[in-house]
T-cell receptor, first 118, second 116 residues
Framework: DAGVIQSPRHEVTEMGQEVTLRCKPI?????LFWYRQTMMRGLELLIYFNNNVPIDDSGMPEDRFSAKMPNASFSTLKIQPSEPRDSAVYFCASSPDRGRVAGANVLTFGAGSRLTVL | AQKVTQAQTEISVVEKEDVTLDCVYETRDTTYYLFWYKQPPSGELVFLIRRNSFDEQNEISGRYSWNFQKSTSSFNFTITASQVVDSAVYFCALSEAEGAASKLTFGTGTRLQVTL
């Protein structure tokens, strides 16, 4: 398996522009997570999905952020409009349902998308 | 609420020295999981170990070992005979055991610099 695949790896944009980050989870994984990493706040959970359904979006900072998972193999995190304080590394991670698979609650992370908003 | 504290922001050692990274956690759950992840300079997060709260046995994997002490709410990580390739940021994390998903709460990380 190729692991969790994220794109783009780097994105530089100007304030006010729309940004879309993409994620392909590991095939067969039921859970997908979006995390954000900044120097000030460290790694924080934004939202997670189970079987394509958003379960907990309490970490999404504000209405400018939205996430979708139209199918089991694809998710997007969108920021519209972007602001300089959104600059961060955004990680996508996936895991199997630990109720079905022993030792399943290990998250496998993608390589991250580094976003810079000027 | 869950909390993970990694008090050591940065540690520098010379190659072949042993080094211990500290992790202290807080949770009201009686059942939970603890993790360590490594983030090398390339940026990805690499899983190292998972331990559940019922298993207090220490674990050794090559040069890596982990000391889980429930009495002090600590889950420390030791690298024996450190190498330059061990240079990375190491994160301790905690998740609840209930439910089917593992929402990880991360510590702030410890940056380890191993020099020749």
């Amino acid at each position: 398996d190729a692991g969790v695949i994220q794109s783009p790896r780097h994105e530089v944009t100007e304030m006010g522009q729309e940004v879309t980050l993409r994620c392909k989870p590991i095939s067969g994984h039921d859970y997908l997570f979006w995390y954000r990493q900044t120097m000030m706040r460290g790694l924080e959970l934004l939202i997670y999905f189970n079987n394509n359904v958003p379960i907990d979006d309490s970490g999404m900072p504000e209405d400018r952020f939205s996430a979708k998972m139209p199918n089991a193999s694809f998710s997007t995190l969108k920021i519209q409009p972007s602001e300089p304080r959104d600059s961060a590394v955004y990680f996508c991670a996936s895991s199997p349902d630990r109720g079905r698979v022993a030792g399943a609650n290990v998250l496998t992370f993608g390589a991250g998308s580094r976003l810079t908003v000027l | 609420a869950q909390k993970v504290t990694q008090a050591q922001t940065e540690i520098s050692v010379v190659e072949k020295e042993d080094v211990t990274l500290d992790c202290v956690y807080e949770t009201r759950d009686t059942t939970y999981y603890l993790f360590w992840y490594k983030q090398p300079p390339s940026g990805e997060l690499v899983f190292l170990i998972r331990r559940n709260s019922f298993d207090e046995q220490n674990e050794i994997s090559g040069r890596y070992s982990w000391n889980f002490q429930k009495s002090t709410s600590s889950f420390n990580f030791t690298i024996t005979a450190s190498q330059v390739v061990d240079s990375a940021v190491y994160f301790c994390a905690l998740s609840e055991a209930e439910g089917a998903a593992s929402k990880l709460t991360f510590g702030t990380g410890t940056r380890l610099q191993v020099t020749l």
